[in-house]
């Protein structure tokens, strides 16, 4: 980064390669984030339910 602020984009691709590498729509990524972060929660509970199930037969 310079005095005036400004990045130097290759700099970073350089020292990350993965930049740029994804769609930066930021409401696409937040919302298949909340998606995924749901479904982990869903089957956390399930598999909780299950072992609780079997712990009591």
Not at 3 to 14: C, H, K, M, N, T
Not at 27 to 36: A, F, G, M, T
Request: aromatic content about 6%; proline content about 4%.
């Amino acid at each position: 980064m310079d005095v005036e602020g400004s990045i130097d984009l290759e700099a970073v691709r350089r020292r990350f390669p993965w930049v740029g590498m994804a769609s930066i729509d930021e409401p696409d990524l937040s919302s298949r984030y909340r998606e995924i972060m749901a479904e982990a929660h869903r089957d956390r509970v399930i598999v909780e339910a299950i072992d609780s199930a079997r712990r009591s037969a």
